[in-house]
């Protein structure tokens, strides 16, 4: 049970990081991968934030998001001021994004021994709401901090998930969509695609910078490798929640990339309680993206191939 | 601003892609064309002759090499494409060009409905939109008022061309471009669209220039012709002339454009075997 929560903890704090890419992957078409930097750099600063200059968690937090949204900003000028092609973008800012965070960090682990964290208030919290530190769900015993913790999590997701479909049904957001749908067409109705686009990216590397911070805060350290391959991750989410959901609006597409990332994590979670070794962990989801991007298009195939006399 | 000046003027515009090099086309070559308000223009040219690209130097498709573009009482020739959208109604020959295909019918008039303005964090579907939208679109006699939240994508051509109109003639725009809007579209759709067109610039009395392949659309609308060749302008018939102009008419003159082309080349061909 303790597993169990674990994955769904961790699976509701990568939906954020699952949403930046929603944005990068299914608004703008791009796969960016600042993601990878910019989750390492949300990290980072709140690990700083925290344990240097002992900030209020939620605060850090925030500042995560700045960050993040500092490094997506980046890459969207890069993208449209200077014209570098997305991926490229997308590689110099994640490379620089790693001196970068070992300079913020001036290591390259911090851990948050005896830092007040979000897992500090929720072992308070927990005690506070459920009485003790250990409480009974539905027949289990299980510890009322990760209890909690999993209960702020998803609270904290509801509410981000909340904003940003609001904001893709206001004017600035429905433009942004578009910009993505048809340059040419919101250019003629007196659209900046541009500034969209860098707007849009600093939105979502902003959601990848925060999902950082959670998740250091949930293991309790910050490490300049923790986000590594973090951008296929965030894929493998999208294209599941889409798989499941259909994506008909973006509401619909929002909940399903969250579904899709939770779902993705307690895969995971069985797959290494089955023994799959933790080192092929990459492996396996690439492997997975992979098979996801192909699939339609084999699919498609294999049906005409069926109905030889079909031209 | 001066109300006798003309609403739209382009003066000495040149310009060229892919200069110096083999691909190098020269489709503006010091146009010179006055367009007063409430003028409904019709351009006609033959591939290559510079129509299309007279439409997108006027919306600010691309920067102009040399000339000036007024637009309204504004040196528009160095404003962005976007800037200039706030003045300018576009349907596009691609009827994928006008609209975004993976939003809904609704969304794509939410952004019409800000064309030219300030976008914030205001809800973009107002309840008054999707009502004003369905009167609108129930006049369009296409079944399309009770399919508000459909994406676009998945109409048919002709349903999005008179969408785009619709769209680019929301707010009412100071100039009004149409690009070969028609030429995309299976002959029913277009006649459709073409009375559509014909309409809305009646009933709002736009300024409107339209690009067009067809003679009989050029014969049969609009007060103005305005023939293009070779980067310029060749003939400028006004609204006497026209009333008077038939099909074959116009066709003679391509005819005649085209003969002295032939001319001139065989003419040149000979010098060169005279005295190279």
């Known amino acids: 049970m303790t597993l169990l929560i674990g994955a769904f903890t961790l699976g509701a704090i990568l939906s954020l990081l699952a949403l930046g890419v929603y944005i990068s992957y299914r608004i703008f078409d791009i796969a960016d991968i600042t993601v990878d930097g910019s989750l390492t750099f949300g990290a980072a600063v709140a690990s700083i934030l925290l344990v240097k200059h002992g900030m209020n968690p939620l605060q850090a937090s925030g500042m995560a998001f700045l960050a993040g949204a500092l490094a997506g900003s980046v890459s969207g000028i890069l993208q449209t001021r200077f014209r570098i092609n997305p991926l490229l973008s997308g590689i110099l800012v994640m490379t620089a994004l790693y001196s970068v965070n070992l300079h913020v960090m001036g290591r390259s682990n911090i851990p948050f021994l005896g830092t007040v964290t979000l897992s500090t208030y929720c072992e308070q919290w927990g005690v506070l709401w459920f009485g003790a530190t250990e409480t009974n769900l539905w027949g289990w015993t299980v510890s009322s901090a990760d209890l909690t913790m999993l209960l702020l999590m998803l609270a904290l997701v509801g509410l981000v998930a909340f904003a940003l479909w609001a904001f893709l049904r206001t004017d600035i957001g429905t433009a942004m969509r578009a910009s993505g749908d048809n340059p040419q067409m919101i250019r003629a109705l007196g659209g900046n695609v541009e500034n969209y686009r860098i707007f849009g990216l600093a939105v979502s590397n902003g959601l990848v910078g925060l999902a950082g911070a959670l998740w250091a805060q949930y293991q309790n350290f910050a490490d300049v490798q923790m986000g590594i391959g973090m951008v296929v991750w965030g894929l493998a989410s999208v294209i599941i929640g889409e798989a499941l959901t259909g994506a008909a609006s973006v509401g619909v597409a929002i909940i399903g990339t969250i579904i899709g990332s939770i779902l993705f994590r307690q895969l995971v979670a069985i797959a290494l309680s089955f023994g799959l070794n933790p080192n092929d962990l990459k492996l396996v989801t690439a492997l997975f993206v992979f098979a996801a991007l192909i699939l339609p298009d084999m699919m498609h195939k294999l049906s005409k191939a069926k109905q030889p006399g079909v031209a | ?276």
């Open chain 2, 1 to 276: 601003m001066n109300t006798h000046a003309p609403l739209v003027r382009l003066s000495q515009v040149y310009k060229t892609f892919h200069a110096g090099t083999v691909n190098e086309v020269r489709p503006m070559r010091g146009i010179d064309l006055d367009i007063s308000e409430g003028a409904f223009v019709i351009v006609l040219g033959g591939n290559g002759s510079g129509k299309s690209t007279l439409l997108n130097a006027i919306a600010g498709s691309f920067a102009i090499d040399a000339g000036r573009i007024e637009l309204a009482g504004h040196d528009v020739s160095a404003w962005p494409e976007h800037r200039r959208a706030g003045l300018i109604g576009r349907v596009f020959q691609n009827p994928f060009s006008g609209t975004a295909p993976n939003m809904t019918i609704l969304d794509n008039f939410s952004l019409a409905a800000k064309r030219g303005r300030f976008r914030g964090l205001a809800w973009a579907q107002s309840r008054r939109l999707q009502d004003e939208l369905r009167d609108r679109v129930r006049e369009l006699k296409m079944g399309l008022e009770d399919r508000l939240d459909t994406a676009i994508g998945s109409l048919s051509g002709g349903q999005r061309q008179a969408l785009t109109l619709l769209m680019a003639t929301w707010l009412k725009p100071k100039l009004l471009l149409l690009d070969e809007h028609t030429a995309a579209l299976d002959p029913k759709s277009a006649d459709q669209v073409i009375t559509l067109t014909d309409q809305i610039i009646a009933r709002e009395n736009l300024t409107t220039l339209m690009v067009t392949h067809s003679m009989q659309q050029a014969v049969n609308l609009g007060d103005r012709i305005v023939m293009m060749h070779r980067g310029n302008v060749l003939h400028d018939f006004s609204a006497g002339q026209k009333h008077r102009l038939q099909v074959e008419d116009l066709l003679s003159r391509f005819e005649n454009v085209r003969r002295r082309e032939l001319l001139d080349e065989s003419a040149a061909r000979l010098l060169r075997s005279r005295y190279i």
